[in-house]
């Protein structure tokens, strides 16, 4: 019996992790077909070999479609640039943290849950910012080991108390030696300390100056007008957060060209409608839950600002911490309902701009010869109705199916005959 079982499950498994398109080429088709760049083709196809994308357009005559999706959208895998895939609510009900009854064991599995919930939402790429623990994560993943999103991880971060411009420097050499994807620097207090600036300006322009000169990106947590305008003009990368931005701090985002990730609303809501998970850690404290619950009609105020800015390079970014993984669509309907952001504008955030912002643009976040076959079938056309998002059929990445929820249809319309 327990053979039979163990044959079963032998055979169940590798149908849903099969790469496609060894044999030869996968053509997929869709109702609708949106490449995240702005094209569109109704009645449309993707074509796979190797993990890569081979040709997108409208169905040819005489194509051999390999498997038609149905009335689905099929968009770019999406893309997450501000995660935080090992953080994770214990069994007790509590954030993780320090010496709390959890060992590695816990700790590990709990982020390979959040890895595999983060992709079965449709995030085939996220940027962790980031544990050291992400180093593991990320290379499970990348080596198949585990059902994850495509892991981007700083490792950990840099602040105010890293030491002198000269200090931080040495400090952004070794994130590199370690593995490093990008670095990210605190600049500002959090939210629930007011978010006033903390890293001078030369601490600034150091490490984003040696962050380049070892090819990382540098990533900037800022919140306050003074921390972003601090940031942008030191050359650092991308702003996250940066709930307090005025015009003048908008400004210099656009001048240096720097991207701009504020979030509307689902980290926030994550912690005020969980007070028990993160109640007494921290800064997790009456004042703190205070401020957030200031921020919360404020926040999506800042993303129509945003989108409203000529030339800002707003980009999608959630902050998913403990208990928000999977959910991460819920920022998305936050940034069109409530930001009041066009819906072509949030479908590139979360696909091509996303991609360009990580300097992954040549090969994931659109749909397009070469490009990793990173897809998405969503139930509805989010250019019409963000909604969309939440509701997701289909994912494959580099060519290989995570999650079908159609084929799980079509076998049980079959089986009722
Ligand atoms: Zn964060």
Redesign the pocket.
């Known amino acids: 019996m327990r053979r039979a079982l163990a044959f079963a499950l032998c055979l169940a498994a590798p149908a849903a992790l099969r790469a496609q398109g060894d044999a030869g080429p996968t053509i997929l088709r869709a109702a609708l077909v949106l490449d995240g760049t702005g094209k569109a083709w109704p009645n449309g196809t993707v074509t796979i070999q190797g993990g890569r994308i081979t040709a997108v357009g409208a169905l040819a005559a005489g194509a051999k479609v390999t498997r038609d999706l149905g009335a689905v959208t099929l968009v770019p895998g999406l893309i997450d640039t501000?995660?935080?895939l090992t953080w994770y609510i214990t069994g007790k009900g509590k954030l993780h943290v320090e010496n709390d009854g959890d060992g590695l064991t816990e700790a590990a599995l709990a982020a390979a849950g959040n890895a595999s919930r983060t992709l079965m939402a449709g995030f085939t790429t996220v940027q962790s910012?980031g544990s050291p623990e992400d180093a593991a994560l990320r290379d499970a993943i990348a080596r198949g080991v585990i059902a994850g999103p495509r892991l981007i991880t700083s490792l950990g971060s840099l602040n105010e108390r890293s030491g002198s411009p000269e200090a931080l420097k040495d400090s952004v050499r070794a994130f590199k030696r370690r593995g490093a994807d990008v670095i990210k620097l605190f600049a500002s207090k959090s939210i629930r300390e007011g978010g006033g600036q903390t890293m001078t300006d030369a601490q600034l322009v150091a490490a984003c100056a040696e962050g380049h000169a070892q090819g990382l990106r540098v990533v900037v947590?800022a919140h306050d007008a003074g921390s972003v305008t601090a940031a942008a003009k030191a050359g650092c990368d991308q702003i996250?957060h940066g709930l307090f931005a005025d015009d003048a701090a908008r400004a210099a985002m656009v001048k240096a060209g720097t991207w701009y990730d504020p979030q509307c609303g689902l980290?926030f809501r994550n912690y005020l409608d969980h007070k028990p998970w993160f109640d007494g850690i921290g800064n997790y404290n009456a004042a703190g839950f205070a401020a957030m619950e200031k921020v919360v009609p404020e926040a999506p105020k800042q993303i129509e600002r945003a989108a409203n800015t000529k030339g800002l390079k707003l980009v999608f970014g959630t902050?998913a911490?403990a208990g928000a993984h999977g959910h991460n669509a819920d920022e998305l309907t936050c940034r069109a309902t409530q930001g009041h952001m066009p819906l072509d504008a949030v479908l590139a955030s979360v696909t091509s701009r996303a991609a360009a912002s990580l300097g992954l643009g040549s090969d994931v976040g659109s749909l397009a010869p070469g490009m990793q076959a990173d897809l998405v079938a969503l139930g509805g056309d989010p250019l019409k109705d963000v909604s969309a998002y939440h509701d997701v059929r289909y994912v494959m990445k580099g060519g290989v199916v995570m999650r079908d929820a159609l084929a799980a249809q079509l076998a049980a319309r079959k089986s009722r005959g």
Request: proline share 0%.
């Open positions: 501000h995660v935080h910012l947590h996250e980290v902050d911490v």
